[in-house]
């Protein structure tokens, strides 16, 4: 079990920036990782969803039924109903946490349309990646979902994936004490 899961804590501050993003992307899904040290979330990163450039989903590991369907949309439409991270903002977001000295914990990206749960195709791409963490030397994250289909009142949600099963994980938001 990812370790960082259970303990998970995000301070509101992270919170309003993950629904900044989702907005701002909107209709697009954006994407990006959430890492800090000892189960508190510090850092957010963003990633730059690549779906929407030619080519990127041929790359990308869809199942057919979704490149089918994939392949009928514009570069533009793709964006709104998956996301390919950037690899180099990747690498570049990985870089800057091992100088930091912080865990990578969370996976997330949004659903501008649909509810805060993975989908087929993220069940199926974080049970890809499960192999893919170690050989980077990095624990394996847990997955948040932003939701964006009450556009008034965004949704939030973290779950951990292994193996193609999906269990919902608990995570606590830190307010700021009044002051
Ligand atoms: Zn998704």
Redesign the pocket.
């Known amino acids: 079990m990812p370790c960082n899961v259970s303990t998970l804590q995000i301070p509101q501050a992270i919170v309003d920036e993950l629904i900044a993003h989702a907005r701002e992307l909107a209709p697009h ?1 954006c994407c990006g990782f959430l890492a800090g040290k000892e189960g508190i979330v510090t850092h957010l990163y963003r990633v730059t969803n690549v779906v929407a450039l030619e080519g990127a989903v041929d790359a990308a590991s869809f199942d057919e039924a979704k490149l089918a369907h994939l392949g009928r949309l514009s570069p533009d439409e793709r964006a709104e ?3 390919v991270m950037d690899s180099q903002d990747m690498f570049k977001a990985v870089k800057d946490m091992r100088k930091q000295g912080l865990d990578l914990q969370v996976v997330y ?3 501008p349309h ?1 509810p805060a749960r ?2 087929v ?2 069940i199926k791409i974080a049970t890809e990646w499960e192999d893919n963490w170690p050989k980077f030397n990095l624990p394996l994250p847990a997955y948040l ?1 932003i939701s964006l289909q009450d556009p008034n009142r965004p949704d939030v949600k973290l779950y951990s994936i292994q193996a193609n099963r999906v269990s919902p994980a608990s995570f606590t938001i830190d307010t700021p004490a009044v002051r």
């Open positions: 899904e109903v998956a996301f990206h949004s659903h649909d993975p989908s195709t993220d979902l």
